[in-house]
C-alpha cells in the first residue's frame, strides 16, 4: 500500500491558500488506487478473482478506477445494486447482505447478478420462490457460519461464533435436501467472511485452508458439484502501527502453495476485499481552528470531525496524522501552538466522543495547520453521520491517475 503524502499535501497546500474558510477535505489518489489494486490482482495466483466490496468506498471515480482491475463489485443492497448497474452495465456483481428483502432478490434476478450470497433457509425459500414466478434459476452460493478450531479472532467477527450473518454449519443438511427438490435455484458454492481486521497473514492463510478442506468434505459427503469458493474480504490496516501492515506478498506466496496442494480442481477461490483496497487511496484533512489546556490535557480542534469521518471512533483507535505546516497567519495576536505535547485531536460537534486521535505525541501544531489523516479511503466518509449539527459536507477531490 503506497501513500504518496507529497502529492497529497501539495494539492492541499494549493486547495488551502485558495480557500477563505478553514479547510476541510477528502482527497483520494487516484494513482495509488489503480497500483494498489493491480498489484493485488495481478499478484494473486491462477483460479483466484479478486472482487471489490463496494459498501468499503462507492463513489464513481473509485469504482470507475477499480471496475478494469476487478473482476467484479460485490454489493450488500438494492441500492448499492442499482447504483453499480447504473454506472457499470456490464460489471459481474455479487450479493451479499443479510435481511434482503423480496424486491431486492427480485431486482437482483433481474439484474442478473453473478451469484447470490444466501443467509438463511427462509431467504432461499423466498429466492426460489420468486425465481421461480420469473421463470429465471438463481445462482447462488451459501454463506455459512463455521467454527473453525483455534480460529484466531480479531476485533470485528461475523461468524465463528454465534452472530446473524450465514446459515450455521449445523443446518447445512437441511438447506441442501431442500435445494435438492428446487431445480430454480442454482447451487454454485460456498460463501464466508468469518471476520474483518485481519492483520495476520499466516492466520488468513490457515483460515482460508480450512474453508477449502471443509468445503471438499461437503463435496464428498454430499455429491455436490460446485464451481466456486468465496472466501470473502477481511484484511485489515494497520491503524495503530502504519508501518506493520498486512504483509500480502507472504499472503500471495503461501495462497499459491496451498492451491497448488489443496485447491479443488474446477472449484474456483473468489475474494471480496473492501478495506484493504481503499483504505490507503483516502486522505481526511482538517484545519486547526483551535487549540486549549483544559485539566492539563492539549485538545486541537480541527475543522470537522467524527461527523466526517467516524472510522477511528467506529473502531476504538486513535487514528494517526500528519501536520502539515501552513506559515500564512491572519491575526495581530500570537499563534496558539502545542509543541513537544502529547494531544487529543477533536472535532466540531458538542460531544466528548468526537475524538479522532488522542495521546498522541506531536512536535508542534499551530492554528491554522493542517492535520491529514491517511488511511481514510474505506469506512470513512461512507460510515458517517454526516448531517449531524448540519455543518457542510467537507471538499471531496480525486488526484488523477496519470
Ligand atoms: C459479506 C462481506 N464481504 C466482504 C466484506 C468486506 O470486508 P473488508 O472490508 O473487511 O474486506 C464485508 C464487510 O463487512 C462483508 O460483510
Not at 471515480?61 to 452495465?89: M, N
Not at 431467504?123 to 420468486?130: H, Y
Not at 464428498?220 to 477481511?234: A, F, M, P, R, T
Not at 500564512?328 to 477533536?346: G, K, L, M, Q
Request: aromatic letters at 10%; glycine letters at 8%; hydrophobic letters at 40%.
Amino acid at each position: 500500500m503506497e501513500l504518496r503524502l507529497a502529492e497529497v499535501f501539495a494539492s492541499l497546500r494549493s486547495a488551502q491558500a485558495q480557500a477563505d474558510a478553514p479547510l476541510c477535505a477528502y482527497v483520494y489518489d487516484l494513482a495509488a488506487l489503480r497500483r494498489h489494486a493491480a498489484n493485488l490482482a495481478d499478484s494473486m495466483p491462477d483460479g483466484c478473482e479478486l472482487f471489490y466490496a463496494i459498501k468499503a468506498n462507492s463513489d464513481r471515480p473509485i469504482l470507475q478506477t477499480l471496475a478494469p482491475l476487478v473482476a467484479g463489485f460485490e454489493v450488500s443492497s438494492g441500492g448499492e445494486l442499482a447504483w453499480v448497474r447504473e454506472h457499470f452495465a456490464e460489471v459481474p456483481v455479487i450479493f451479499s447482505g443479510p435481511g434482503k428483502l423480496d424486491q431486492e432478490l427480485r431486482q437482483a434476478i433481474e439484474q442478473d447478478v453473478d451469484c447470490l450470497h444466501v443467509e438463511s433457509l427462509h431467504e432461499l425459500q423466498r429466492l426460489a420462490d420468486i425465481a421461480g414466478r420469473a421463470g429465471r434459476t438463481a445462482p447462488v452460493s451459501l454463506r455459512i457460519n463455521l467454527t473453525v478450531d483455534k480460529l484466531a479472532e480479531t476485533g470485528l467477527m461475523m461468524g465463528g461464533k454465534p452472530t446473524p450473518f450465514g446459515i450455521p454449519a449445523q443446518q447445512l443438511r437441511e438447506c441442501l435436501e431442500w435445494l435438492r427438490a428446487h431445480p430454480e435455484i442454482h447451487l454454485r458454492g460456498f460463501h464466508f467472511h468469518l471476520l474483518s481486521h485481519q492483520l495476520d497473514a499466516a492466520a488468513h492463510l490457515q483460515l482460508v485452508a480450512a474453508y477449502l478442506a471443509q468445503t471438499r468434505r461437503w463435496c464428498e459427503d454430499y455429491g455436490l458439484d460446485i464451481d466456486h469458493i468465496n472466501v470473502g474480504g477481511g484484511i485489515g490496516v494497520n491503524y495503530r502501527q502504519p508501518d506493520r501492515q498486512f504483509d500480502w506478498p507472504a499472503f500471495s506466496a503461501g495462497l499459491a502453495t496451498l492451491l497448488s496442494e489443496c485447491g479443488m480442481p474446477g472449484v474456483g477461490v473468489r475474494f471480496e476485499f473492501g478495506r484493504y483496497i481503499t483504505a490507503a487511496c483516502g486522505y481526511y484533512a482538517m484545519q486547526v481552528i483551535d487549540i486549549k489546556r483544559s485539566h492539563s490535557k492539549t485538545f486541537v480542534v480541527g475543522r470537522g470531525g467524527t461527523h466526517h469521518f467516524r472510522t477511528p471512533y467506529a473502531q476504538g483507535h486513535s487514528h494517526p496524522f500528519h501536520v502539515l505546516p501552513i506559515d500564512a497567519w491572519p491575526y495581530p495576536f500570537p499563534r496558539p501552538e502545542a509543541s513537544n505535547d502529547t494531544v487529543s485531536i477533536v472535532g466540531q460537534l458538542c460531544t466528548p466522543k468526537d475524538v479522532l486521535a488522542f495521546d498522541a505525541p506531536v512536535e508542534s501544531v499551530r492554528c491554522n495547520d493542517v492535520l491529514v489523516f491517511p488511511y481514510a479511503g474505506a469506512y470513512a466518509w461512507h460510515i458517517s453521520h454526516h448531517d449531524f449539527l448540519r455543518h457542510p459536507h467537507p471538499a471531496q477531490w480525486y488526484l488523477p491517475v496519470e
